[in-house]
């Protein structure tokens, strides 16, 4: 069983792991694992497809997306009764350390940079009964 790629009109449109007399009967080609869709089929090697850079804006949309999600994700250690043992059973630990980095991902999220962002390592939540 190897790799093989079922070319059209010079363009890789799927992959797929055969028997080499099956794959042959079909006219796929044999190809290296690192290849997929997308790519081109030239004068017997495989090209890679050129990815464009994206753009400022494109970069501060994706910086904004991943900010917004991340402060969906921990809404609920915001709320305030999760750290207060008397309304909560088990209760947040550490929900100050929670505050913190959301508040370091809104301002992500609202200042959204134009450049790659370094967002912060969510906390691990802790428990107390």
């Known amino acids: 069983m190897n790799n093989y790629c079922v070319?059209?009109?010079?363009?890789v449109i799927n992959t797929t792991v055969a028997d080499d007399a099956f794959a042959q009967?079909?006219?796929?080609?044999?190809?290296p694992e690192e290849v997929g869709i997308g790519w081109y089929y030239v004068n017997g090697q495989f090209v890679a497809p050129v990815i464009p850079t994206p753009t400022p804006e494109e970069i501060q949309a994706q910086?904004?997306?991943?900010?917004?999600?991340?402060?969906?994700?921990t809404d609920w250690t915001a709320t305030?009764?999760?750290n207060n043992p008397v309304y909560a059973n088990p209760y947040l630990?550490?929900?100050?350390?929670?505050?913190a980095y959301r508040s370091t991902v809104r301002q992500i999220a609202v200042n959204s940079p134009t450049t790659p962002a370094?967002?912060?390592?969510?906390?691990v939540a802790q428990w107390s009964n």
Do not use: H, M, R, Y
Request: net charge negative.
């Open 118 to 123: 370094s967002f912060p390592v969510e906390p």
């Open 93 to 99: 630990t550490n929900q100050n350390e929670f505050l």
């Open 7 to 11: 070319i059209e009109n010079n363009l």
């Open 63 to 73: 910086n904004k997306a991943q900010a917004t999600s991340l402060l969906s994700a």
């Open 25 to 31: 009967e079909q006219g796929w080609i044999l190809c």
């Open 80 to 82: 305030v009764d999760i």
